[in-house]
């Protein structure tokens, strides 16, 4: 099993910047790739960024490459997503997930192929 928890959401301007963390505890020998998700209210969960643990490998959706960078700090079971350049399309509830299991590029970003998540962070931007 693995647990995640999120932290670093918040309030802040168009134009500006946020870094959430993700915080894994339980097996996390076990995980293979982590990704950040988001929801906004009224739509569906959509992949923001994702990261594959032993090399560091990204892989990010359009609506954010180039203002977003997913890292991780692997000795302390730690993701970030660093945030640039935010805008109110980017308003949602952020959510970190793990899988065990290898996902290829394509479908890394697909919310079904995560088996552990934790409980979200709230991102607000206002313009």
């Known amino acids: 099993q693995v647990q995640l928890v999120e932290s670093g959401g918040g309030s802040v301007q168009a134009g500006g910047s946020l870094i959430l963390s993700c915080e894994a505890s339980?097996?996390?020998?076990?995980?293979?790739?982590m990704a950040w998700f988001r929801q906004a209210p009224g739509k569906e969960r959509e992949g923001v960024a994702s990261?594959?643990?032993?090399?560091?490998?990204?892989n990010y959706a359009a609506s954010v490459t180039g203002r977003f960078t997913i890292s991780q700090n692997s000795s302390k079971n730690t993701v970030f997503l660093q945030m640039l350049r935010l805008n109110a399309e980017d308003s949602a509830m952020y959510y970190c997930?793990?899988?065990?299991?290898?996902?290829?590029?394509?479908?890394?970003?697909?919310?079904?192929?995560?088996?552990?998540w934790g409980q979200g962070t709230q991102v607000t931007v206002s313009s």
């Open positions: 339980g097996d996390t020998s076990s995980i293979v790739v």
């Open positions: 997930a793990a899988s065990t299991q290898y996902l290829y590029h394509r479908i890394a970003l697909t919310p079904a192929r995560y088996h552990y």
């Open positions: 990261i594959y643990i032993s090399n560091n490998e990204p």
